[in-house]
């Protein structure tokens, strides 16, 4: 038997064995996706297909058997092989301390994309016994102003994602060590306050020409800044630039800004008399060498950045970190922009960070996706420079691997129907690892109302025992006691209903009725047969919230 055949049987095995003699489909499929992760997808399904038929076909004595034949040989603990390693070495580290930074703008929560340079940088950092610093890019008190406790609400996603931050610091609580070194620029002679019509000037460096501004003295230009400092040039009417090579064949690179004036600065940790504020080039820079940064890791789109910065760098006789460029990483159709995430929170289009249409951490992590589960598929990735879009059905496969043996399997009913049952004996089971005791003489239950719709029908109550319809009524239906052969159909129950509300990916709820009598709690992941993997999110008295995962 080939191994793809041979473990998709022995999981098919398992799981009959542990959900009353019959094999889910979905769950040996995850895990043989897992386990033979470069396997054609067809021929893992087909492989599961023909291993959940046999399965399924067999008495619960020879399941039974099987299992303990696996169980005694060889055990259950399939695993899948081991990658190679996806990240790089760092040669440099061995002379050099490796010291990562995760620099966000916190105007929104971190999403799957950003998700990448964070985990990399602290993957290194922790790797080479380094350091990883977390910095807050937050120097833009108009478009991108910073949201609520934003420190607080990073570190929860770091925190979860396994990365711990060793130190942390905020670009705005840095204004007057950005201003310290364009003071040095000016004196220096690298910078100079242009007042100039910025389309005027935008002509000039088309044509690779200085505009008049350039050419005045230092001295002119520090009284210049300091009328910058004391907002006496208002916004638009002042920049300060950098001075470099005209003739750079990036326009966009020839005498880039460095810092602007702000009229009326709304920003939470600084008061609106600032007015002079950093572009994001300028403090990135001066932090990375001033905090002692090594290793910067970002994506391909700010190549441009370090061709800006090392005319800073130079300037002032500094060695610029060692520089990993990556790809994108998107999200199979989820718009992972946090300028239009904000807006459809703004709108009211989407109920908050968390909302499940969004691929942020904060969303994912309430759906009952695994911190393993994003280390993975992100760790997997590695450093590619290509771009990559990340399937649901990939991450809802590792996903599946690590929550799907310890998640519960539950009976949820769409029709709650209630069914009494005569002459029932008194049972203890073992119902989704926990015990259950039966009555003895009238025992209820609360199925689903297909499964009784007909008189002398004979269904076994799953895990429990056969019953044999007598008396349909409107609101409820008797049985009487009727053996315990395996060979019946199988039908779903709860012993005290209580509502569950699941959120859907879309948005949408769907109403279920399951046992209260299981104890369900929050953060807690359960197996739902015909829906999939359900998070539970809040448990009261009267109903149980939960946020569907995956199936």
């Known amino acids: ?45 087909e492989a599961a297909k023909a291993a959940v038929k046999k399965v399924n076909s067999m008495r619960f004595e020879e399941i039974e058997k099987e299992y303990r034949r696996f169980e005694a040989k060889e055990g259950f603990e399939l695993k899948p092989p081991k990658k190679s390693e996806t990240l790089p070495k760092l040669p440099w580290a061995k002379h050099q301390k490796v010291v990562t930074r995760f620099a966000p703008n916190p105007n929104g929560l971190m999403h799957l994309g950003s998700a990448r340079a964070a985990i990399l940088s602290h993957e290194y950092a922790r790797r080479y016994k380094g350091k990883f610093i977390l910095r807050f890019d937050d120097t833009d008190p108009k478009v991108k102003t910073p949201i609520e406790n934003a420190e607080e609400l990073f570190k929860e996603d770091l925190s979860w994602l396994g990365c711990k931050v060793d130190e ?138 370090e061709t800006k910065q090392m005319f800073l760098y130079n300037y002032f006789g500094w060695e610029y970190p060692h520089t990993i460029y990556t790809g994108r990483v998107m999200l199979e159709g989820v718009t992972l922009s946090t300028s239009k995430i904000r807006e459809g929170i703004e709108s009211g289009l989407y109920s908050g960070w968390d909302d499940p249409r969004l691929g942020t951490i904060a969303a994912l992590r309430r759906r009952g996706f695994r911190a393993e589960t994003i280390r993975r598929i992100i760790l997997s990735i590695g450093i590619k420079p290509n771009d990559t879009t990340i399937e649901w059905n990939t991450l809802a496969a590792i996903n599946r691997e690590i929550i799907g043996e310890k998640s519960p399997r539950i009976n949820a009913l769409e029709e709650p129907f209630r069914l009494i049952v005569e002459y029932a004996p008194e049972k203890e089971i073992k119902f989704d690892s926990r015990s259950l005791k039966l009555n003895a003489g009238l ?23 056969n019953v044999r319809i007598k008396k349909i009524s409107t609101l409820q239906a008797f049985a009487e006691y009727a053996g315990d052969t395996k060979k019946q159909p199988i039908v779903p129950w709860v012993l005290e209903p209580i509502d569950m509300y699941i959120t859907m990916p879309d948005a949408s709820v769907q109403k279920k009725v399951v046992d209260k009598a299981l104890k369900m709690k929050v953060d807690e992941t359960y197996y739902i047969d015909e829906l999939g993997f359900v998070r539970i999110d809040s448990v009261s008295e009267e109903k149980i919230d939960a946020w569907f995962a995956h199936r």
């Open 1 to 45: 038997m080939q191994i793809l055949e041979k473990n998709t049987y022995k999981y098919a095995i398992k799981n009959a064995f542990l959900h009353d003699g019959k094999a889910s489909l979905q769950a040996v499929i995850g895990k043989i996706k897992a386990l033979h992760p470069d396997v054609d997808i067809k021929k893992a399904v």
């Open 168 to 305: 942390t610091y905020f670009a705005s609580d840095r204004l007057d060590i950005y201003k310290q070194y364009m003071k040095k620029l000016i004196e220096m002679g690298r910078a100079y306050v242009c007042t100039c019509d910025p389309e005027k000037w935008r002509a000039k460096i088309k044509q690779q020409m200085p505009c008049p501004c350039r050419e005045k003295k230092p001295k002119e230009q520090m009284k210049r800044f300091e009328k910058m400092l004391k907002n006496e040039y208002k916004q638009g009417e002042a920049v300060l630039r950098i001075k470099t090579l005209l003739s750079h064949r990036d326009p966009s690179v020839r005498d880039w800004w460095i810092a602007k004036v702000v009229d009326e600065p709304k920003h939470p940790r600084v008061p609106s008399t600032e007015h002079v504020w950093p572009s994001y080039n300028f403090a990135s820079a001066i932090d990375d060498h001033l905090l002692g940064v090594t290793l910067i890791i970002r994506g391909q789109e700010h190549q441009q950045n």
């Open 443 to 465: 025992q209820d239950f609360v199925v689903e109302k297909r499964f009784v719709s007909k008189v002398k029908a004979v269904i076994r109550l799953r895990n429990a025992y």
